[in-house]
T-cell receptor, first 113, second 112 residues
Framework: AQSVTQLDSQVPVFEEAPVELRCNYS??????LFWYVQYPNQGLQLLLK????STLVKGINGFEAEFNKSQTSFHLRKPSVHISDTAEYFC???????????WGAGTKLIIKP | DTEVTQTPKHLVMGMTNKKSLKCEQH?????MYWYKQKAKKPPELMFV???????INESVPSRFSPECPNSSLLNLHLHALQPEDSALYLC???????????FGPGTRLTVL
C-alpha cells in the first residue's frame, strides 16, 4: 500500500526567509508526485508536479521541488517567502498502477512579519 | 477558460432538505471529480466520472447522488444529509484520469 507523510503539521518562518516543506512517500511501484496549495477559504491549486525527466521541478509562485527516488522524498522549497504564501500545502502521489491521488495530511505555512 | 466553477459558494440546509451542488468546466477535460474536505484535513475522493460515466464511487452513502449531464457539467444531489456531512465540497477536473486535477473553489455546506 502507498502512503504519504508530511513530517511537519506547521512550519513558522519569517518573511523573506527560505522555507522547506517536507514530503516522504512509500510505494512499491513508480509514482507521480504533486504539490497543491490551499489558501484560506479557497480550493486547491496545483503548485507543481513531477511526472518524469529532470528531478528538479519548478512551479508557480517561485516554488520548486526535488524528487529524490532513493530517499523517497519530494520536498518543496522557496528561497524567500512572502506574507501571501500563508496557506496549507498538500503533497500527493499517484501510483503508476492507479488513478487515485494519495494525500499527505498537509503542512500549514505560517509567515511571521 | 481555464477554471472550474462551483455554485453555490455557501449552502445551509436542514436534514430533510434536497439540494444540489453544481460544477462546470470548459477546458475540454474528460475526467471530473467530487471531493469532500473537512477542516484541517486533506480532500477525500467521493466520485470520479470519466467520459461522462461513473468510474469510481468511494463507498459514499446513497444520500449523495452524482450526475454528469454532459462533458462540462457535474452535479451532486443531496438528500437527507446528517450534520456530520458538513464540509467543503470540491469539484475538480483533469484532461484524463491520469492528469493532475484542477480544483474549483468549493461549496461550503452546513447541515443543521
Amino acid at each position: 500500500a502507498q502512503s504519504v507523510t508530511q513530517l511537519d503539521s506547521q512550519v513558522p518562518v519569517f518573511e523573506e526567509a527560505p522555507v522547506e516543506l517536507r514530503c516522504n512517500y512509500s510505494s512499491s511501484v513508480s509514482v507521480y508526485l504533486f504539490w497543491y496549495v490551499q489558501y484560506p477559504n479557497q480550493g486547491l491549486q496545483l503548485l507543481l508536479k513531477y511526472l518524469s525527466g529532470s528531478t528538479l521541478v519548478k512551479g508557480i509562485n517561485g516554488f520548486e521541488a526535488e524528487f529524490n527516488k532513493s530517499q523517497t522524498s519530494f520536498h518543496l522549497r522557496k528561497p524567500s517567502v512572502h506574507i501571501s504564501d500563508t496557506a496549507e500545502y498538500f503533497c500527493a502521489v499517484r501510483p503508476d498502477s492507479n488513478y487515485q491521488l494519495i494525500w499527505g495530511a498537509g503542512t500549514k505555512l505560517i509567515i511571521k512579519p | 477558460d481555464t477554471e472550474v466553477t462551483q455554485t453555490p459558494k455557501h449552502l445551509v440546509m436542514g436534514m430533510t432538505n434536497k439540494k444540489s451542488l453544481k460544477c462546470e468546466q470548459h477546458m475540454g477535460h474528460r475526467a471530473m471529480y467530487w471531493y469532500k474536505q473537512k477542516a484541517k484535513k486533506p480532500p477525500e475522493l467521493m466520485f470520479v466520472y470519466s467520459y461522462e460515466k461513473l468510474s469510481i464511487n468511494e463507498s459514499v452513502p446513497s444520500r449523495f447522488s452524482p450526475e454528469c449531464p454532459n462533458s462540462s457539467l457535474l452535479n451532486l444531489h443531496l438528500h437527507a444529509l446528517q450534520p456530520e456531512d458538513s464540509a467543503l465540497y470540491l469539484c475538480a477536473s483533469s484532461l484524463g484520469l491520469a492528469g493532475a486535477p484542477f480544483f474549483g473553489p468549493g461549496t461550503r455546506l452546513t447541515v443543521l
